[in-house]
């Protein structure tokens, strides 16, 4: 008796290879380097303003209140401030090394191996923030771009899907942090008193007074407006001028809050990884941005990046959202 053999219906085979088409050309189109190469120069350059200085850790009570999280636990606590100095020290060096493509792999990977201690070390003290995480994995992201992908007139798929991960990365934090408000007490984390109490017991800036001073209907709004602005993040993923509108708002989510309650710098970083989302391509033969951060560092060591003609128009015409 022979067994007959069930074939899959053709419709359903032509379904997922559509879907397994478009998942191919999403992540790994190829392009020039070129929007790499700019978003890794806004990372790396919001790191080296942001968090590239050591913070006042090492007062006495600190090193008796020594809790570690993490790999921290696996690692010996630190002594004195002087060992900080010199892991920040290294981390500012690598991070100018990777801005200037010196090494640019070698300089990444040292930049996230000293960044761990820079920017998550202080969160072994009982207080634990989220702020670096974001700036953090898009720093992981770039070290595990292969080193010719930073050669100079690369063009592949290795220039597309980091850019892509980031971008997926960055919305699923904002709804995380949404879900997270949402789920505590749904949207009457909003439509409350919630954000009034927020600013009365932290009102230490000029905007925090202004802001007691309004209605409460209007505070109630602008935290309805944020809790729908993370739920709905992902739709930043849709097209460019999503993108961009979702940009806008998220930057002006951390500014207000900066001014409002003033101990929101980490989060500020966050910013820096929104250049995944622009076409920084199709603005560079245009005056708002006319020149390479390849170009910077090559002209640096004395080496001029060459791009083809056909890879410039290829720049042109492909678009990171």
């Not at 088409?21 to 020039?32: C, G, P, W």
């Not at 929007?35 to 590239?52: H, M, Y």
């Not at 900080?84 to 640019?104: K, Q, V």
């Not at 942090?177 to 954000?195: T, Y």
Request: glycine share 4%.
């Amino acid at each position: 008796m022979v067994a007959s053999v069930i074939t899959p219906p053709a419709r359903s085979l032509s379904l997922n290879s559509n879907v397994l088409q478009k998942i191919k050309s999403y992540f790994f189109t190829e392009d020039v380097n070129f929007n790499l190469q700019f978003t890794k120069f806004v990372v790396c350059a919001t790191l080296l303003v942001f968090a590239g200085y050591p913070p006042k850790l090492f007062s006495t009570d600190l090193l008796t209140n020594f809790q570690p999280i993490g790999v921290f636990k696996f690692l010996p606590q630190l002594q004195s401030a002087e060992t900080f100095n010199w892991i920040s020290t290294f981390f500012r060096l690598f991070l100018l090394g990777a801005i200037l493509n010196f090494y640019t792999r070698t300089c990444l990977t040292g930049a996230a191996i000293f960044g761990v201690y820079n920017l998550i070390y202080k969160y072994n003290f009982g207080v634990i923030y989220h702020g670096n995480w974001l700036i953090c994995t898009a720093l992981l992201f770039l070290v595990a771009v292969p080193t010719r992908a930073w050669k100079p007139g690369y063009r592949g798929i290795h220039s597309t899907w980091p850019l892509r991960l980031l971008q997926i990365y960055t919305c699923m934090v904002y709804v995380s942090a949404g879900l997270q408000k949402f789920s505590r007490s749904g949207f009457s984390w909003a439509w409350s008193e919630n954000l009034a109490v927020r600013i009365y017991s932290n009102k230490l800036t000029p905007v925090a007074e202004f802001l007691m001073n309004m209605d409460p209907l209007v505070l109630r709004t602008v935290a309805l407006g944020v809790l729908v602005a993370e739920l709905t993040s992902f739709a930043a993923l849709i097209s460019k001028k999503w993108a961009y509108f979702y940009l806008v708002v998220w930057a002006f989510m951390h500014l207000g809050i900066q001014l409002t309650f003033s101990y929101h710098m980490d989060f500020l970083m966050n910013i820096g990884c929104f250049a995944a989302f622009i076409n920084w391509s199709r603005l560079r033969n245009t005056k708002y941005l006319s020149f390479s951060p390849l170009s910077i560092g090559k002209a640096v060591i004395g080496e001029a990046p060459q791009y083809s003609q056909e890879s410039a128009m290829s720049a042109k015409s492909q678009d990171p959202i």
